[in-house]
């Protein structure tokens, strides 16, 4: 495993569990990440709503996100994370744009370094000195065939894809800040202001810690992520909108916020990666075309990476799906039957922009012809 942030943990626990309920008694795990302990990059903002955020007519991707939260509140309650005080899923207050009304959704809120911190305690539990645990120790690309020679599989969850730039994964970079305001002990009407997860054009957390947090900001960049007062203006902006009550209560100025800042990978329809990238045989390098037959047209066709598996590209609603993502790749590393349904594997495949491409391509060459 590559990377210990929330998409990491997950994997490091649904593999260590499945393992150890089929058997697996020789299975050895070990965690490799860059920085000296988990959830240190995106998974370290400090609290992360999860909410389905349904369409009207269900589509794939809505499916898809509220089978994540599904998953994620088993996870909760097997981990004990509402007890433990780092999460909770009372449901979130969804609230479209000019809509008057508010709808009730699944979700709520976690505290990601709890999550991943717990995560990583389960695995241990499951798989004692099985499980290497390896802080401080940062993966290059001309590492991963060195991996590949002392282990079956290498799950990357590094967010990015800089371990594989070639695989036509077409993650960019989300840079972007939450807020949040300071109550003082007393002020105890805030609790019942905003009893739950406020979400919708952007979000509000309930008092957590002494805290309302608020956001978030995005922007196309990869440059460190710096606090600004600039993204408090426009969190506060977005949170007058959202929930005008909230606003003229905690009346936040952006000198006295708090903040946090940091970049999420996404892809372009906003779904993960979730299983095996193309294989190297297959990638352009100084051409400009990807190096298939034109009669590759579907996603099985595709030669994969052996032994490569990648959770990336969670976005900005990771926590959503980190844990579903995860039992997705650990059904598919110790070969058992997907969890996904069919469609659901196929919005989700790692190759999918790769066979987009080859098939507008081919497509324009046919009409060139
Ligand atoms: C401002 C902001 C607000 C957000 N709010 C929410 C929210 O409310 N709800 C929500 O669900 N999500 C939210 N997110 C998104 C969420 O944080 C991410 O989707 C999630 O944390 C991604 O988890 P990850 O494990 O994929 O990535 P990361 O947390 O980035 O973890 C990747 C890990 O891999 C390690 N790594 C990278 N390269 C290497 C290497 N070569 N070798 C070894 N280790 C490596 C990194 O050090 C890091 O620890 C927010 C993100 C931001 C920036």
Not at 216 to 236: E, G, K, M, Y
Request: hydrophobic share 40%; glycine share 8%.
């Amino acid at each position: 495993m590559i990377g210990a942030g929330v998409a990491g943990a997950c994997v490091l626990r649904a593999v260590a569990r499945t393992s150890h309920a089929l058997g697996f008694a020789d299975l050895r795990l070990s965690l490799f990440e860059r920085a000296p302990g988990p959830a240190a990059s995106a998974s370290a903002v400090p609290v992360a709503v999860v909410h389905p955020m349904t369409s009207r007519d269900h589509n794939l991707a809505s499916q898809f996100f509220l089978e994540g939260v599904t998953t994620l509140t088993r996870w909760l309650d097997d981990l004990q994370g509402c007890q433990q005080g780092w999460a909770d899923m009372s449901g979130v207050d969804h609230r479209e744009p000019h809509a008057e009304q508010t709808e009730r959704q699944p979700g709520g809120w976690v505290l990601p370094i709890g999550l991943a911190q717990a995560c990583l305690r389960d695995a241990h539990a499951h798989m004692a000195d099985r499980l290497q645990l390896h802080f401080n120790c940062a993966i290059l690309p001309v590492d991963l065939s060195v991996l590949l020679q002392t282990y079956d599989a290498v799950v990357i969850c590094a967010a990015t894809d800089r371990l594989l730039p070639d695989a036509g994964l077409a993650l960019q970079p989300l840079s972007g800040q939450v807020s949040w305001v300071s109550v003082a002990k007393g002020q105890d009407a805030i609790h019942s202001q905003i009893p739950r997860v406020v979400s919708g054009e952007g979000f509000l957390t309930p008092l957590i810690s002494g805290r309302v947090q608020f956001g978030a900001t995005f922007h196309r960049s990869d440059s460190p992520p710096l606090v600004s007062l600039a993204d408090h203006q426009r969190n506060i902006a977005q949170l007058r909108r959202l929930a005008p009550e909230v606003d003229q209560r905690l009346a936040p100025k952006p000198e006295r916020c708090g903040g946090w800042a940091g970049t999420r990978y996404a892809t372009r329809d906003r779904l993960p990666h979730i299983g095996q990238p193309v294989c190297p045989t297959v990638y352009k390098g100084k051409t400009d075309r990807w190096q298939l037959a034109p009669s590759v047209s579907q996603l099985h066709q595709l030669p994969r990476h052996d032994g490569i598996y990648v959770l990336l590209g969670l976005g900005a609603r990771g926590l959503s799906t980190a844990a579903l993502g995860a039992e997705a790749i650990a059904a598919e590393v110790l070969g058992i039957p997907p969890i996904l349904a069919p469609r659901i594997c196929r919005a989700v495949d790692p190759g999918r922009f790769v066979l987009r491409e080859h098939a507008r391509v081919n497509a324009c060459l046919k009409r060139v012809d």
